[in-house]
């Protein structure tokens, strides 16, 4: 018997008890020539012992934390990659932690708590994750070129004392050819486009907002266009600021024609330049420069939404024409206001949200007549009502949301994303008739708005309809290619209710990888595993529940959760009790 220091690597195939149950002998036949192609290759390299292997995962030893850490990386991603052609649900996932401590070593095996410790961090690593103790972190650090991501103390089972815990951020080096959007062909049924973010070339940084408000007004009003497939907003912001090839940006967004355009402010005057291109070609279709007081601004926009439609000769309805010919406000800082207050609602945070709401409520006190700002103030309170601790009156909140949006609609009454949101309101408080006629309503007048269509599915799933909600939720991702977490949380719901359980975990591992710190995708994922008798990935996600939210209460969770099904209701509570988490 040997005392000694050592890096101690634990990892475990995510979902082996499903994965076995659908098909044992290819997954024995796969995770064998992962293990024989993938990994034994890897130790090799980086200096890693094999101490024993267990029927879903490794324990590995390391002389070095450093190596153990580059091991790690470079073993999640050639998994990645390996198993990238695999159909979702079915691909081999690792999970993986790391501890560096005093070992016993006996007939080739290890113990002790540096070997206990790296099996409880490896039970906290998201899937594709890696979790790190403190020790190895710091050893790690500048030594390695990663992000760390701190997640604080953690009480680990069957560990005395509290451990402070890292992620390692896992970049996988073929992310980008894997992306949404990696390559789509543009719709033959109507002109599709996308707007490139306008360059602000102005000296002055505070001309941003300027820049990032003229393209987003863009965008808005062409998506209302029944007879144009538009990409929304969080599709071209990773454009933003960077040379483009415009043949391959067509390739994968799939639109056949790109809007690019510049901003220079100076003073009270505004010079916007805009050109539109035909993707494949390069070639221009029309450029145009414009020279306006700031104040006329958004007329400058009409005048460059007008001429878009009018080069890519698309014929609107009567509706349509009003809509190009007036915008929400004529107030500058009323606009810059519901833009910034906007985007802080979207974050989804308490104080986030909070302090979007102030801004927007100054928008709308300069203007009371700014229809836009009336349905963003709407989506802030009502996260504020729907989400525990963050409103001292929730039942003034939802108040407040339910009058917000009935300005906005006196003010625009076909709006589909203020409708859209309303109906989840009403969902919320468990009005599903006039709910559904809203979102039935919005999708409508949608066309291109995808937050509008999924927001309506949302909806259509609470009433009973998830097979709608799922081709609600396709349409949405296809016009918005980098979509939120909450698009495929939902899309996971209604694979659940539909008793698709390899499609909503796939969904739930997606919703993972845009927003780790989504906790309700933690909830589904512990109610599912339960479900399927898959103890220790329900143990995982209870203890990220737990991590997120101490006080959670399955009761509490489930009664915020409109279901018009009462059977789905206690089936969803049922699951979660199931998994360990508290009523």
Not at 141 to 151: C, H, L, M, P, V
Request: glycine content about 6%; hydrophobic content about 45%.
């Amino acid at each position: 018997m040997e005392r000694r220091l050592a890096a101690v690597l634990a990892a475990d195939v995510v979902g082996y008890t499903r994965l076995m149950g659908a098909d044992e002998a290819g997954t024995l036949r796969r995770l064998t020539e992962l293990r024989e192609t993938v990994l034994e290759p890897l130790l090799i390299k980086h200096r890693g012992r094999i101490v024993k292997l267990m029927g879903d995962g490794l324990l590995v030893e390391f002389a070095s934390a450093v190596d153990s850490v580059a091991c790690a990386m470079a073993w999640q991603d050639k998994v990645a990659q390996h198993e990238a052609a695999i159909e979702a649900g079915k691909a081999l996932q690792f999970r993986i932690g790391i501890n560096v401590g005093d070992v016993i070593a006996e007939d080739g095996d290890i113990h002790g708590d540096g070997v206990n410790i790296a099996a409880r961090l490896e039970g906290l690593a998201r899937p594709g994750g890696i979790c790190l103790s403190d020790d190895v972190y710091r050893h790690s650090r500048g030594k390695i070129d990663a992000q760390f991501e701190d997640i604080g103390e953690q009480k680990l089972k069957n560990v005395t004392d509290t451990v402070r815990v890292y992620n390692v951020v896992v970049e996988p080096s073929f992310a980008e050819d894997h992306a949404p959007g990696g390559g789509l062909s543009p719709p033959a049924d109507k002109p599709s486009i996308a707007v490139l973010p306008f360059q602000n070339i102005s000296d002055a940084r505070e001309q941003e907002f300027l820049a990032d408000g003229i393209t987003e007004e863009i965008i808005t009003t062409l998506s209302r266009i029944s007879k144009l497939f538009v990409i929304a907003r969080n599709s071209v912001l990773a454009y933003k600021g960077k040379a483009v090839d415009v043949r391959e940006v067509g390739r994968k967004l799939g639109v056949r024609f790109l809007l690019e355009g510049s901003v220079r402010g100076s003073g009270n005057k505004v010079r916007i330049t805009a050109q539109l291109i035909e993707a494949m070609s390069g070639q221009h279709m029309w450029a145009r420069r414009f020279d306006r007081e700031m104040s006329d601004v958004f007329a400058l926009q009409d005048d460059i939404t007008k001429e878009i439609v009018s080069a890519l000769q698309v014929e609107l309805t009567e509706g349509e024409q009003a809509k190009l010919a007036a915008s929400n406000t004529r107030n500058v800082e009323a606009w810059q206001l519901a833009f910034e207050g906007r985007d802080l609602v979207y974050l989804h945070r308490k104080d986030s949200v909070r302090k979007g709401r102030k801004l927007i409520e100054q928008a709308t006190a300069l203007d009371p007549d700014y229809a836009f700002a009336w349905g963003s103030l709407s989506e802030a309170h009502w996260k504020e009502a729907a989400n525990e601790g963050w409103s001292d009156s929730p039942e003034r909140s939802f108040e407040l949301a339910l009058e917000a949006s009935d300005k906005a609609l006196t003010l625009e009454p076909d709006n589909a994303e203020v409708l859209s949101m309303r109906s989840v309101i009403l969902i919320t408080l468990r009005d599903f008739d006039n709910a559904l006629a809203l979102a039935q309503q919005a999708l409508r007048v949608a066309h291109s708005e995808a937050n509008a269509i999924a927001l309506a599915a949302i909806t259509l799933r609470c009433c009973g309809l998830a097979k709608e909600g799922l081709r609600q939720l396709e349409l949405a991702k296809r016009y918005c290619q980098v979509f939120p977490a909450w698009y495929l949380y939902n899309e996971a719901l209604c694979h659940w209710i539909l008793e698709q359980t390899d499609e909503a975990l796939a969904s739930l591992a997606g919703a993972v990888d845009i927003d780790p710190d989504f906790s309700l995708t933690y909830v589904l994922f512990a109610a599912i595993h339960a479900e399927n008798g898959d103890e220790k990935e329900a143990d995982w996600a209870v203890n990220q529940v737990l991590r997120a939210d101490p006080m959670f209460s399955a009761n509490r969770f489930v009664e915020s959760r409109p279901f018009r099904d009462p059977g789905l209701a206690t089936r969803f509570r049922n699951a979660i009790r199931l998994a360990g988490l508290p009523d």
